[in-house]
């Protein structure tokens, strides 16, 4: 195979690689963009290509966190990673330990870890990784990655997240959430939230609302009372797995992305709904909606008798 060949079979596996360390779908392309421009212009052939590709994502994805971790901390209200609509790489025996790290909730935990850290997990715990090719990925010996996957994992154990794990349920309890949200039904809606829900919203401080809404009665009232003017002014929810979890695509009435949701079901009741409004995060979703044009279309709509 040409190096080209060799280097496009094994892209999915390094965008999943660096999306994982860094939560950001255009900074992951860029990492593995420029992957291959250090790939291509190599003097000589490596005499393994997934090992030097691997190293070569993971440190440049190490180094862009590292940058990146200075703007979040001055982000404006809740931050969550851009949003996922299917993962490009598949591995039946790793497909649980996939799935599990592509969820916001584990996305979120894995903010907590230094970037050698999450490297560190993401290569072990995630991508099952022997501790030579993690020691040669990031740079330090074999016995310090496995002290810091030892952290690492203590860290992870500690929140994980814990989700249904029966998929057909998970869908079936999404798509009645979402029928509910259309309607507007606060009883259907209560009847399937967790009592201490909460809807959480990442605007980026240009869209939207920065104080999350906790509680079952609240969050009901709240969803209740803005989805179904959205629909009456011709938006669609479109219900989508999103970083592996059930989820949906809001759209306005042209088919533009207003924002994504992602649902944390638990125990057979939605718990946590996440909305990433932030149209800096949705991009590589399609065209993207002028969401203040679309909430000031949805407020007036409230106001008019249905």
């Known amino acids: 195979m040409t190096r080209e060949q060799e280097f496009e079979a094994l892209r999915p596996l ?59 901390e001055e982000y404006i209200g809740p931050w969550f990673p851009e ?44 991508f099952d990784f022997g501790f030579p090719e ?44 979402l029928d509910a949200l259309k309607e507007g039904d606060v009883d259907g809606l209560r009847e399937l939230l967790a009592a201490d829900a909460q809807l959480v919203s990442d605007g980026g401080g240009k869209v939207g609302g920065t104080i999350p809404v906790y509680g079952v009665e609240r969050v009901a009232r709240v969803l209740a009372a803005n989805i179904p003017p959205l629909t009456r002014i011709g938006a669609v929810l479109e219900a989508h797995e999103v970083n592996g979890q059930p989820g949906a695509i809001v759209r306005d009435r042209d088919g533009r992305v207003v924002n994504a949701w992602t649902l944390d079901i638990i125990d057979g009741r939605v718990q946590t709904i996440r909305s990433v409004i932030n149209p800096d995060k949705l ?14 279309e949805k407020n007036q709509a409230r106001r008019r008798p249905t």
Do not use: N
Not at 41 to 69: C, E, G, K, N, W
Not at 86 to 115: C, K
């Open 14 to 72: 390094l965008f999943s690689i660096s999306y994982r360390i860094l939560g950001s779908v255009t900074e992951a392309e860029d990492a593995v963009q420029e992957t291959w421009l250090r790939y291509a212009t190599a003097s000589t052939q490596p005499r393994s290509t997934r090992p030097f590709l691997s190293t070569t994502v993971t440190r440049i994805s190490i180094d862009v966190l590292r940058s990146a971790r200075v703007r979040r």
């Open 83 to 126: 949003p996922l609509l299917a993962d490009p790489y598949q591995d039946p025996e790793r497909a649980a330990e996939l799935t599990e790290s592509l969820s916001m909730a584990a996305l979120l935990l894995l903010e907590r870890l230094s970037p050698l850290e999450r490297a560190v997990f993401v290569l072990r715990e995630v």
């Open 283 to 296: 991009g590589h979703l399609g065209p993207v909606a002028d969401a203040h044009a679309v909430i000031h």
């Open 134 to 177: 993690v020691a040669s990925a990031v740079g330090r010996s074999e016995a310090a990655c496995r002290q810091l996957a030892s952290r690492a994992r203590r860290h992870m154990r500690d929140d994980r997240p814990r989700f249904e794990t029966d998929r057909g349920k998970r869908e079936e309890l999404a798509g009645r959430f």
